[in-house]
Each structure stands twice: as C-alpha cells, then as structure tokens.
C-alpha cells in the first residue's frame, strides 16, 4: 500500500492509504493505474510493477500498519523490513487515479 495523506493536525496516529495489487484492472478504468516501483520487492511480493487500486482508499491507524518482513540482518540478527518511497511521477499517477475515484477527474490539470 501507499501512503497518500500528509500529516495533518488532530490526525497524528491515521494515514490515508491506496492499495497495491499484482492484479490489472480492467481495460480503460481510470480510478486504478500502472505504477513502477523504485526496485524489485522480494518474495513475496516479487515485481516492480504494480497496480494502484484508488478505488478502495481507506484511512487506518499507523498502529495498525506493518510494513513487511523480509527477513534478518546476518550481523545484528535484527528483522529487516521493507520500506520503499515511490518518485513523484508514480505519485501523480496514484493522485490523479484518486481524483477518478473521487469523482474529482475535473481538477486532474491542478496536480
């Protein structure tokens, strides 16, 4: 998933988030869109591409977020978890998906 809100007053423990799929949405949907990851995920979450589900936002609580495990550091023995940060343009993609889900697309020419 990715994170898509900033932080706000009054909301420090939630986030808005967009979901991931390896799954392609249907032909010509423009509340979903392609993104590239900045690398390769590890099993199992293997691909750089992935698909942005705008369509099902939702807001959660950080606490309730776990970023995945992708096993240990061989010297600390420390867990290892994979956090990932998507440029700007993959990031206008999502926004611009939102605005469609939203019912918004009119303020696309705004981001």
């Known amino acids: 998933m990715v994170v898509v809100s900033p932080r706000l007053p009054y909301r420090d423990g939630l986030c808005t988030v967009v979901p991931l799929s390896q799954t392609p949405p249907r032909s010509g949907v423009r509340y979903q869109c392609k993104i590239e990851l900045p690398y390769e995920a590890p099993k199992p979450y293997e691909g750089s591409f992935k698909f942005a589900k705008a369509d099902m936002l939702a807001t959660v ?3 309730r977020l776990s970023m995945p495990y992708t096993g240990r550091d061989p010297v600390s023995g420390k867990r290892r978890y994979l956090k990932m940060v998507v440029d700007s343009m993959e990031l206008r993609k999502i ?3 939102l605005l469609h889900a939203l019912g918004l697309d009119h303020l696309t020419g705004y981001l």
């Open 95 to 97: 926004r611009i998906s």
């Open 61 to 63: 609580a950080f606490r």
